[in-house]
Nanobody, 115 residues
Framework: VELVESGGGLVQPGGSLRLSCGISGYGFSTYEIRWFRQAPGKERELIAGIDRAGDGEIYLPSVQGRFTISRDNAKNTAYLQMNNLKIEDTAAYHC?????????WGQGTQVTVSS
């Protein structure tokens, strides 16, 4: 089972990006999905999470209201819609899938916010 992120890139401040996290293999709906990010010289931080059914979400306060996490279990894919991006959102973004006794990380996708 693998996670693959996509959708990163270069965007100007105030712009938007949508990250995708796809899973190969069986059992996507049994995993909680979380998005983390890590900027150079900083610790990795949890920015958003969604439960298995997509009913519950959590957000880092600094992204609340700008980022939205969602999932489509029929497509084995989770998303992170990022609006009103700021320079401080620049980081490598990683998708994480977690369930009891199992945790999977994607390779990450770079988001750069710059004018």
């Amino acid at each position: 089972v693998e996670l693959v992120e996509s959708g990163g890139g270069l965007v100007q401040p105030g712009g938007s990006l949508r990250l995708s996290c796809g899973i190969s293999g069986y059992g996507f709906s049994t995993y909680e999905i979380r998005w983390f990010r890590q900027a150079p010289g900083k610790e990795r931080e949890l920015i958003a999470g969604i439960d298995r059914a997509g009913d519950g979400e959590i957000y880092l306060p600094s992204v609340q209201g700008r980022f939205t996490i969602s999932r489509d279990n029929a497509k084995n894919t989770a998303y992170l819609q990022m609006n009103n991006l700021k320079i401080e959102d620049t980081a490598a973004y990683h998708c994480n899938a977690r369930r009891p006794r199992s945790e999977i990380w994607g390779q990450g996708t770079q988001v750069t916010v710059s004018s």
